[in-house]
């Protein structure tokens, strides 16, 4: 069985983890939520605070080891707050060092800026982090998915579905990727 580790914290938008989490465990892999802290996380649904989501596992207990890929929420909230956050981002660079995929939506590039690895990279995100990433070595292009080696991007919630098809892919969940 798949192991996608989703890293969020209060804040995240609530379709770019809910969604491709349910897609994916649908399609047999097993996800795992992990947050700075314990207990419950809330997302944000627009324009208001949506739904919580129990954590599983804090960021200090993770080892990139363990998991087949990396799932990065957007919203504007979270990856900025987890992207102060030391573990977070060695472990993005633990999975970027073993070449494990790494998916990251919407405004959760701005933590492949951070963990400095989206240098000479075709990505793509929401429109406000594009200069993040050019200003960090990266080839910024508008299209609803960029893959280029183990980074996968996308810009929005219009996304999810080439967004999650395209990290099935990557770790062999052949059902979910035809199906999108």
Same mark, same amino acid.
């Given at each position: 069985?798949?192991?996608?580790?989703?890293?969020?914290?209060?804040?995240?938008?609530?379709?770019?983890?809910?969604?491709?989490?349910?897609?994916?465990?649908?399609?047999?892999?097993?996800?795992?939520?992990?947050?700075?802290e314990e207990g419950?996380?809330? @997302?944000?649904?627009?324009?208001?605070?949506?739904?919580?989501?129990?954590?599983?596992?804090?960021?200090?207990?993770?080892?990139?080891?363990?998991?087949?890929?990396?799932?990065?929420?957007? @919203?504007?909230?979270?990856?900025?707050?987890l992207r102060m956050?030391?573990?977070?981002?060695?472990?993005?660079?633990?999975?970027?060092?073993?070449?494990?995929?790494?998916?990251?939506?919407?405004?959760?590039?701005?933590?492949?800026?951070?963990?400095?690895?989206?240098?000479?990279?075709?990505?793509?995100?929401?429109?406000?982090?594009?200069?993040?990433?050019?200003?960090?070595?990266?080839?910024?292009?508008?299209?609803?998915?960029?893959?280029? @080696?183990?980074?996968?991007?996308?810009?929005?919630?219009?996304?999810?579905?080439?967004?999650?098809?395209?990290?099935?892919?990557?770790?062999?969940?052949?059902?979910?990727?035809?199906?999108a």
């Amino acid at each position: 069985m798949k192991r996608i580790l989703i890293f969020a914290t209060d804040g995240f938008e609530q379709s770019e983890l809910m969604e491709p989490k349910a897609k994916l465990e649908d399609a047999g892999a097993e996800t795992v939520v992990a947050s700075l802290e314990e207990g419950s996380i809330k @997302g944000w649904d627009e324009k208001d605070w949506g739904e919580s989501v129990d954590v599983d596992i804090t960021v200090e207990e993770v080892s990139a080891n363990d998991y087949d890929a990396l799932l990065l929420p957007g @919203g504007q909230i979270n990856p900025d707050v987890l992207r102060m956050d030391e573990n977070v981002i060695q472990l993005i660079r633990d999975f970027n060092d073993a070449g494990k995929p790494i998916a990251a939506i919407c405004h959760a590039p701005w933590l492949l800026v951070e963990a400095d690895i989206v240098k000479l990279k075709v990505v793509t995100s929401w429109p406000s982090v594009r200069t993040d990433l050019r200003n960090a070595g990266a080839e910024v292009i508008d299209r609803e998915v960029a893959v280029d @080696g183990n980074i996968i991007t996308s810009r929005n919630p219009d996304d999810i579905p080439a967004f999650t098809a395209a990290l099935a892919d990557a770790i062999g969940l052949q059902t979910l990727a035809k199906a999108a």
